[in-house]
């Protein structure tokens, strides 16, 4: 079935770095665009970076922006987030979540989260 | 920036009607999309472009869009419709921006 496979969550103290990984299955990956999206303890969903296909271009939160580097590897069928400098305030559960294209920028799936702490 | 207003939490009696309005200006020119989120789950499309609704959700589940709000309808509500909801669009000055999301409350 379709589905969407987070994993790299952790507990890293402020200023270091973690990559999260988007493992997909059931559908062709490579022609969907992919966006992380977080969501802080507690609080609503934030969205955090997006990448589409062919051509592959990148969008970033400004909350993010010049720390945080989204891509893919279709080969495997993966999504990344590296994620740099991190800062307390990026605790949160991550999720990917694929636009279902087809004329909408709907997220239609999205993976069951992992969970990031930044804490000293 | 863009940001769009919901209310906290609506409450409803099983049954009835919950409508939950995503304000902001001229939202009637974007395309909203709306999300169910249970405790500990991850969210889930409920409805999308306004009013089109994925297979699997109910026909329960209604949107529409005009003016400065989009809003999404749950008819005769039911203890299982108890969620967040979150509304979300594109807008060319934040990309994807969400609502702070509306807390349903079945009495």
């Known amino acids: 079935q379709v589905q969407l496979v987070e994993s790299g969550g952790d507990v890293v103290q402020p200023g270091r770095s973690l990559r999260l990984s988007c493992t997909a299955s059931?559908?062709?990956?490579?022609?969907?665009?992919m966006n992380w999206v977080r969501q802080a303890p507690g609080k609503g969903l934030e969205w955090v970076a997006v990448l589409s296909f062919d051509p592959n271009i990148e969008y970033y939160a400004d909350s993010v922006k010049a720390r945080f580097i989204i891509s893919r590897d279709d080969s495997k069928n993966t999504l990344y987030l590296q994620m740099n400098s991190l800062r307390v305030e990026d605790t949160a559960v991550y999720y990917c979540?694929?636009?279902?294209?087809?004329?909408?920028?709907?997220?239609?799936?999205w993976g069951q989260g992992t969970l990031v702490t930044v804490s000293s | 920036s863009y940001v769009l207003t919901q209310p906290p939490s609506v409450s409803v009696v099983p049954g009835e009607t919950a409508m939950i309005p995503c304000g902001a200006n001229n939202i009637g020119s974007k395309n909203v999309h709306w999300y169910q989120q249970k405790p500990g789950q991850a969210p889930v499309l409920v409805i999308y472009?306004?009013?089109d609704r994925p297979s699997e959700i109910p026909a329960r589940f209604s949107g529409s869009n005009s003016g400065n709000t989009a809003t999404l309808s749950i008819s005769r509500v039911e203890a299982g419709d108890e969620a967040d909801y979150y509304c979300?669009?594109?807008?060319?000055?934040?990309?994807?921006?969400f609502g702070s999301g509306t807390t349903v409350t079945v009495l």
């Open positions: 979300q669009v594109w807008d060319s000055t934040v990309d994807y921006v």
């Open positions: 059931g559908f062709i990956f490579s022609n969907y665009a």
């Open positions: 979540a694929r636009e279902a294209g087809d004329g909408t920028d709907a997220f239609d799936i």
């Open positions: 472009s306004d009013s």
